[in-house]
Nanobody, 119 residues
Framework: QVQLVESGGGLVQAGDSLRLSCTAS????????MGWFRQAPGKEREFVAA????????DYAESVKDRFTISTEKVKNTVYLQMNNLKPDDTAVYYC????????????WGQGTQVTVSS
């Protein structure tokens, strides 16, 4: 099992920045990549960004490209999501997820952290 704990959410104004953190514990060797997803009220959960633990490959949703940056600090088993120039449409609960080697799916999820962007 892998446990994920997110932090860093909050209430900000449009144009502000936030950095989310997610720390993994447990059988982290079973995972090879991490991702961030978000779910706004009344909408389905959507992909935001993903990164391999080595940091060699990153992927972003079009809506956040050039504003968000995902990174890892493997020695701390932590993944970050730096969010700049936040917009009200970025308001959502943000979830961290771990991708496992065997099935290549995001099998483990954190509890989520709320990000609210006011206009």
């Amino acid at each position: 099992q892998v446990q994920l704990v997110e932090s860093g959410g909050g209430l900000v104004q449009a144009g502000d920045s936030l950095r989310l953190s997610c720390t993994a514990s447990g059988r982290t060797s079973d995972t090879y990549a991490m991702g961030w997803f978000r779910q706004a009220p009344g909408k389905e959960r959507e992909f935001v960004a993903a990164i391999s633990w080595t940091g060699g490959r990153t992927d972003y949703a079009e809506s956040v490209k050039d504003r968000f940056t995902i990174s890892t600090e493997k020695v701390k088993n932590t993944v970050y999501l730096q969010m700049n120039n936040l917009k009200p449409d970025d308001t959502a609960v943000y979830y961290c997820a771990a991708r496992v080697r065997v099935t290549k799916v995001f099998a483990y999820w954190g509890q989520g952290t709320q990000v609210t962007v006011s206009s």
